[in-house]
């Protein structure tokens, strides 16, 4: 194998593991309200990933209760190409205080081929609130959510026909960021997990280099069931739905 051709690998595998975090790195604005008929129903759902039209690993997403308001989402991906990995983990740990969906501690963890990464942050509504990126930045805590617990608001947003919206968050480089949510059609998608109609949005970002696209099924709750990510026009990944278990 040329030296060219594992630099273009390297650079696909992690520009696939990127897109699957971006299956969850929108934070909204304003804290969630949740109800309207979505309420919080655990579950796993577990994804197939593709790259150059070949399965090159997994992703997964769990909704867990904790305790009496507290619950736990975590997403989780192993891809590998060649001889190249990249394994990812996100835990969100938040509280559901009356119809308000509250961000306590988010964790990020990378290993693989290149560098290893370790994030952890906590949000404390002590005082005016502050959110602390362990060895980094402390901010001001104006509502944004973690990186990947926008999710509740999104499938109630989208449940009452919202088709614009815009997120802040942390993200899980510890830096805060916007983007914005649009709806751009409605699909019939057939999947590893079988046919299934769904609403297809678009990631808005200051860059123009990637576009980002993910779609959520009305009949699970509104939970992600495919992510694709382009480059300069290039596919650079995709995740499709697999299984789905309430728990």
Request: glycine content about 8%.
């Amino acid at each position: 194998m040329s030296k060219n051709y594992q630099n273009l690998a390297m650079q696909a595998i992690k520009t696939f593991a990127l897109s699957t975090v971006l299956a969850v790195s929108l934070s909204v604005t304003a804290q969630a309200k949740v109800g309207a008929g979505l309420a919080l129903q655990p579950y796993k759902a577990t994804y197939t990933a593709y790259k150059w039209g070949d399965d090159v690993g997994e992703a997964n997403i769990e909704l867990s209760k904790l305790g009496d308001k507290q619950y736990s989402l975590i997403y989780t991906s192993k891809v590998s190409k060649f001889f190249l990995s990249d394994k990812r983990s996100e835990h969100s740990i938040f509280t559901v205080d009356g119809n308000t969906v509250v961000p306590s501690e988010y964790y990020y963890s990378r290993s693989g081929t290149g560098p290893d990464k370790e994030l952890k942050v906590t949000f404390s509504q002590q005082g005016q609130g502050k959110i602390s990126v362990e060895n980094g930045e402390t901010f001001d805590w104006n509502g944004e959510f973690d990186n990947q617990i926008y999710r509740i608001d999104l499938a109630k947003q989208l449940a009452q026909g919202k088709t614009t919206l815009d997120y802040n968050f942390v993200n899980y480089r510890g830096e805060l960021r916007h983007y914005g949510v649009q709806v751009v059609d409605k699909e019939v998608l057939s999947l590893p997990f079988g046919k299934i109609d769904t609403v297809k949005v678009k990631l808005i970002r200051d860059s123009k280099k990637r576009e980002t696209f993910a779609w959520f099924a009305p009949s699970l709750d509104y939970t992600l069931v495919r992510l694709q990510q382009f480059k300069d026009g290039d596919e650079q990944g995709d995740i499709k739905l697999k299984s789905f278990e309430t728990r």
